[in-house]
């Protein structure tokens, strides 16, 4: 079993990346979209948003680290997969995926796949930049509207030269609402010899086990249920029980900790209260915790609930 950190834009970023990985056996996280729009980005571009680039492409626990793109001109994505490559990324990712309305206006993500050709395009000139060794991979949902080209864009990602494909089991019109529909993804596994990595949905090692078995996949993604149970790879490979809230208010304090003392720290405000949007849903102590931080504007306010809280808890 191979299981894979999503590329949640805004929510998983190099410190998320970092206490994630530190807590669970993840095989390779994949960053947040970089914007490729019509010219070749300079390294610190690279290097603000993937840190772990000076760690040789790793995170501090030694999770390797695939930068994605998310473009629609083949030629300039391709030169930002070879720097991306050159720089030290584990493999370059191709988004197809993202449902933002902002992003798809400007003709990237999840609007490209109502063109599977553009696609195929886009993953061929990757694939040509990039040396043999490196994956070339992409992210796609079923569709944008509807689902009717689900396999055409499977078969362009794949017959471009893609390593692996992974597969958010809902159109960008779907959004994140339930269900995600598990058993498109099981067409596309049975007709592709690459490795297809399931994606949707995945909230407990139960719902792990159930999407494997529908589609046959040994590959799985992770997103909002990474942020929703901290630990959920960890669970789902059998190493762990799932976290308590006392362990995931540890982890909480934690996370607030590298946040205050990094550059990010004017951000964490809404971070964190971003974060307990996820932990409500496997959590109550959360929900009823966040009505409280939700009303608060600064960072002192939201610490000292936090720290509060956790000393009650271990009282």
């Excluded at 958010?168 to 529909?181: C, E, F, L, N």
């Amino acid at each position: 079993m191979r299981v894979v950190l999503a590329p949640m834009e805004g929510v998983i970023d190099d410190l998320m990346r970092e206490i994630l990985s530190e807590i669970n056996p993840y095989d390779l996280v994949v960053t947040e979209f970089v914007r490729v729009v019509s010219q070749l980005l300079p390294e610190k571009v690279y290097y603000k948003l993937c840190p772990e680039l000076r760690n040789g492409g790793l995170t501090a626990s030694g999770t390797p680290v695939r930068i994605q793109l998310l473009g629609q001109h083949p030629s300039v994505m391709a030169e930002n997969a070879h720097r991306a490559v050159e720089l030290g990324s584990q493999g370059v990712d191709a988004n197809f995926g993202c449902p933002a309305k902002m992003v798809n206006r400007s003709k990237g993500g999840a609007v490209l796949l109502q063109y599977p050709d553009t696609i195929h395009d886009i993953v061929k000139a990757m694939r040509d930049a990039v040396p043999n060794e490196q994956p070339v991979t992409a992210k796609i949902r079923l569709g944008f509207e509807d689902k009717s080209l689900f396999m055409e864009n499977a078969l362009a990602v794949y017959e471009a030269g893609a390593s692996e494909i992974a597969i958010h089991a809902r159109s960008k019109v779907d959004g994140y609402k339930p269900p995600a529909y598990w058993e498109y993804i099981t067409e596309v596994r049975k007709r592709l010899p690459i490795p297809v990595i399931a994606n949707g949905e995945i909230w407990s090692r139960e719902d792990a086990i159930r999407c494997m078995d529908v589609t046959g996949c040994d590959n799985i993604m992770l997103g909002r249920g990474a942020m929703s149970l901290p630990n959920l790879a960890a669970a789902i490979k059998g190493e762990q029980a799932p976290y308590t809230w006392a362990q995931t208010l540890s982890l909480l304090l934690r996370y607030t900790q590298k946040q205050l003392i990094g550059k990010k720290s004017d951000y964490y405000p809404a971070r964190v209260k971003q974060w307990f949007t996820y932990l409500n849903k496997q959590y109550p102590e959360a929900d009823a915790l966040f009505r409280e931080l939700r009303v608060l504007k600064t960072t002192d306010e939201i610490v000292a609930i936090l720290e509060k809280t956790y000393e009650q808890q271990n009282r």
